[in-house]
């Protein structure tokens, strides 16, 4: 999987950094498509491109992002294609904006991060991104950690209750500090995304072979029968 040209890191004298870390009364919320209150501010979109550097903590939560949303597909690219309910799909030139429906809910989610096509026009815009590719959604992801305020805690590299309960209302498979969705749907236990996250950050450092992710956190999405993402996840291997 490849990275984006690092343009090195943000910093608060950075235009970027100074249009995130304004007063709260410049603070703004973003998620239309949400619920009316957050337990935390959203900060007001920057007017300029980022580029964000990807360093190993940074990819270890945007693999977990994966690993809880259910797209982590081994580690492999093909998880940047999924849809929701499991499907894939046909092109990654945009986002595909495409209902689909189970048995319990309906939703357009898509991509490795399962951005909503509102989420992700307004990333897209605001990055300059041109199409749905990896690299692409991984700015996009990162745009979407830093505007609910928790880059700085995940540039730590610690993966915290605070973390994922700052993530909560972006991915609703993170827990809230209570341990459950902030939508009401399924979620993830904090300890799962800990350990996965922590497993993780040590083969991207080196410290552990890519073998040692265990069978339980393969992270695969659904499988329905007759769909291609069934057959890949029969084959995939663990890969950084």
């Known amino acids: 999987m490849s990275s984006p040209q690092a343009s090195g890191p943000l910093t608060t ?5 100074r ?3 304004q007063p709260a009364q410049r603070l703004a919320m973003l998620d239309l498509d949400g ?12 007017p300029v491109r980022a ?3 990807i360093t190993p903590a940074r990819r270890a939560l945007l693999n977990t992002i994966r690993y809880a949303e ?3 597909a081994g580690g492999q690219d093909i998880g940047y294609r999924i849809l929701f309910g499991g499907s894939l799909m046909g092109s990654m030139e945009r986002h595909p904006n495409l209902v689909i429906r189970t048995a ?3 939703s357009a989610a898509a991509g490795a991060y399962q951005f909503m096509p ?10 300059g991104l041109q199409t749905f590719s990896p690299e692409e959604q991984d700015q996009a992801a990162l745009l979407l950690i830093q505007r609910r305020g928790a880059l700085p805690l995940a540039d730590a590299g610690r993966f915290t209750r605070s973390l994922a309960a700052r993530l909560a209302p972006e991915w609703a ?29 040590a083969q991207l450092q080196g410290e552990l072979p890519s073998e040692s992710l265990r069978d339980d956190q393969a992270g695969s999405p659904v499988c329905l029968r007759g769909q291609l993402v069934c057959q890949f996840a029969e084959t995939a291997k663990p890969s950084l």
Do not use: C, H
Not at 13 to 17: A, E, I, K, P
Not at 118 to 127: D, V
């Open 173 to 201: 498979s993170f827990p809230t500090l209570g341990g459950s969705s902030y939508y009401g749907q399924p979620v993830r236990r904090f300890a799962d995304l800990k350990r996965f996250y922590e497993d993780n950050l």
């Open 70 to 72: 259910g797209t982590w």
């Open 51 to 53: 580029n964000y550097p």
């Open 13 to 17: 004298s950075s235009s970027l950094g």
């Open 19 to 21: 249009q995130l870390e």
């Open 118 to 127: 509102f989420t992700w026009s307004m990333a897209s815009r605001l990055l």
């Open 35 to 46: 619920p009316s209150t957050a337990p935390f501010p959203i900060a007001s979109p920057p």
């Open 104 to 106: 319990r809910y309906a």
